[in-house]
């Protein structure tokens, strides 16, 4: 049972990077630890190089009001796995413009990436006040619940709410699936 739950944090953890969780980058900054093992084949991460993450660097050195820049510094850094980092990258972008859900659900996403998932629910929750209806941060959210903090039926109620909000979600099956796992783990 203990690998099971394994395998589908794993799987989670990299749900929200290949979902879109993202914001679009503005057309000025370009396009673009739990568990083991994985029952679903996913394409890899896509990782930034460093020399792109340091032009991003250098970018946002020379025009440190730019939250857009900051946004896409914070997601290479992310992409690239480098979660402590996307998180202050993400802090500076919301010090700029604090009502960006996206960037939030993103910073979310790192806190749970280093550990952290009491932050990255509270992140998660943030988001929720804004915007309600954010498909990403209730899933996340259920993510968090059910198996970082061990709060199953919070959990299956955000996952619920996941799927009226995104009934045709592409993970709709898996998530309707575990649902009924975490049901019958009570």
Request: some cysteine; hydrophobic content about 40%; aromatic content about 6%.
């Amino acid at each position: 049972m203990l690998k099971r739950v394994m395998i589908v944090a794993t799987i989670f953890m990299f749900l929200p990077m290949l979902s879109g969780c993202k914001q679009q980058q503005s057309s000025q900054w370009g396009q673009g630890q739990a568990g083991q093992g994985s029952q679903i084949v996913a394409p890899p991460v896509m990782v930034k190089s460093a020399e792109e993450i340091k032009h991003l660097e250098a970018l946002v050195r020379e025009n440190p009001k730019n939250a857009n820049g900051w946004i896409a510094l914070g997601n290479a850094q992310m992409d690239a796995q480098r979660f402590s980092d996307a998180i202050i990258s993400y802090q500076r972008s919301l010090e700029i413009d604090p009502k960006n859900v996206d960037v939030r659900v993103d910073m979310g996403t790192c806190y749970r990436g280093v550990g952290q998932p009491e932050k990255a629910l509270e992140e998660y929750r943030k988001a929720l006040k804004l915007k309600p209806d954010h498909i990403n941060a209730n899933r996340n959210s259920g993510v968090v619940l059910a198996f970082d903090l061990n709060r199953r039926a919070e959990g299956i109620k955000m996952f619920e709410k996941y799927l009226a909000l995104a009934p045709g979600a592409p993970d709709a099956i898996q998530i309707r699936q575990e649902i009924q796992n975490l049901q019958a783990m009570k």
